[in-house]
């Protein structure tokens, strides 16, 4: 508890906040109004298709829900979210998908 | 908006835009809701478990606004780690929120710079990821109805992020965990991506990073996110590029072996 309340606690949480801030200002902020070059247009276009499957594939394959165990459930739902999106192209669909076939999977498992 | 000396003609279109971008996002929030109301539950609960105040849990979320970081950043310090070695992991898992700000630099850039100091608060990866397939989906969208739309995103998050953290550290977890609402994250980021995934380039960028973030994984402090962001983004320009120029040159074959059409072609 000690550390949790003390100045330190404080100072790290208003540093963290300003930290994390400027990470998400950085380009915004610098940028500006002034064009990037074609090859940086080109990399960015990436960013999307590249980071969010990145930071969502060790959450589908080790789950901590089950520990860090791969769970045949939840390697079913993403790929069902997946496949639903791509194809239907619709948010809400594909949320459905996943979690229905989570649902639908739990239940019949349990 | 009180510096521009812009006509009064201008005015009510920048305004139309941004109120009509506004309307799309808050509807295309709301699914994150999902997300946003149980994990800031389950955030304010942990908090007050390891025996943070409510100020602080409510400062904490409100500053940093940022789910896996706060909840790093309380392990760390639970566990009896320094300080600021639970900023240094906390902002590592941050890091590739520097990547959302250079992807929507294209798209916001061009907003003056008080709007964009203001638009990096709401920076967020379902605000982002909301935001940016709408942008690629719509290239005609100007950037009044771009901004509208961001904020429209935030508008339901936000408050639900900090009300849900509000409401677990009083009344505790509340959710049940065999809702299973542990994949909802999971599941509402592949829903986004997904659609977007509609070129071989896009395919070979979701394939790489993927690949690298299971392998890097074993990185302290998530670091292998930001590095399998960032292979992913090369192998996507490097197949769009590839594809680019197998497809000119096949351009280049048939305009050669057809002499009339090359001279208004060759050009292009």
Sequence with gaps: MSALDGPQFWIAIVALGLATYLVRLSFLGLVGGSTLPPWALRLLRYVPVAVLPAL????????????????????AAGAAALLVGALARNLLAAVGAGMGTLYAMQAVLA | MTATDAPDSARPRHDAGLRRGFRDGGL???PFLVVAIPFGMLFGAVATESGLDLLSTMAMTS??????????????????APAFAAFGAALAVNLRMAM?????????????????????????DQVYA????????????GLWEKIG??????????PAWIGGTLAGALVGRGIPPEWSLDFAPAVTFIAVFAPMLRSLAALAACAVSVAAALALSVLPWSLGLPIAGALGMAAGAGAELWL?????RHAAADAAGDEGSAVDGAGA
């Excluded at chain 1, 969502?56 to 045949?72: K, L, R, Y």
């Excluded at chain 2, 896996?68 to 309380?74: G, I, R």
């Excluded at chain 2, 909301?130 to 969208?141: E, F, G, H, N, V």
């Excluded at chain 2, 680019?244 to 000119?248: N, T």
């Design chain 1, 56 to 75: 969502v594939a060790p959450m589908v394959v080790w789950p901590a829900a089950s520990g860090g165990e791969t769970d045949p459930v939840r390697l």
């Design chain 2, 28 to 30: 295309a929030g709301l």
């Design chain 2, 63 to 80: 500053i940093v606004i940022a789910g896996a970081s706060q909840f790093a950043f309380l392990q760390l310090m639970n566990d009896g």
């Design chain 2, 100 to 124: 959302y700000s250079a992807s929507l630099a294209p798209h916001l850039g061009a907003a003056p710079l008080r709007w964009r100091l203001m638009l990096a608060y709401f920076n967020v």
């Design chain 2, 130 to 141: 909301a935001s940016i397939a709408r942008y690629q989906d719509r290239p005609a969208m």
């Design chain 2, 149 to 158: 739309f961001y904020l429209g995103v935030a508008a339901p998050i936000f």
């Design chain 2, 244 to 248: 680019e120029r197998r497809a000119a």
